[in-house]
């Protein structure tokens, strides 16, 4: 059973920085797709930030420059430095995981709350 436990979050000052992080386990397959989602209240959620097994991340446009997605330390895990937070960031942010090739499996972690605020 696939389970994604994330950690991180919480609140900070406009131009502070926050570090999320997502370890998946119970994942069958080696290539597969990590990254973060956000969501506010009446928005649709949004990719913040994705990377593929082998593959470089891929950023939001918002994202470029302030976040960086690398790697965790352990295997199945991923980090995500938010750094120059400002208001906008503020949302609920999602871990994501899709599995498979032809045939995908998305799974989604519980969500954990960035608020930036004076």
């Known amino acids: 059973q696939v389970q994604l436990a994330e950690s991180g979050g919480g609140e900070v000052q406009p131009g502070g920085s926050l570090r999320l992080s997502c370890a998946a386990s119970?994942?069958?397959?080696?290539?597969?797709?990590m990254g973060w989602y956000r969501q506010t209240p009446g928005k649709q959620r949004e990719l913040v930030a994705t990377i593929t097994t082998g593959g470089p991340p891929n950023y939001a446009h918002f994202a470029k420059g302030r976040f960086t997605l690398s790697r965790g330390a352990t295997k199945d895990s991923i980090v995500l430095q938010m750094n120059s937070l400002n208001a906008d960031d503020t949302a609920v942010y999602y871990c994501?995981?899709?599995?498979?090739?032809?045939?995908?499996?998305?799974?989604w972690g519980q969500g954990t709350q960035v608020t930036v605020s004076s």
């Open positions: 119970g994942i069958e397959y080696s290539l597969h797709i």
């Open positions: 994501y995981l899709q599995t498979g090739i032809i045939r995908t499996t998305d799974y």
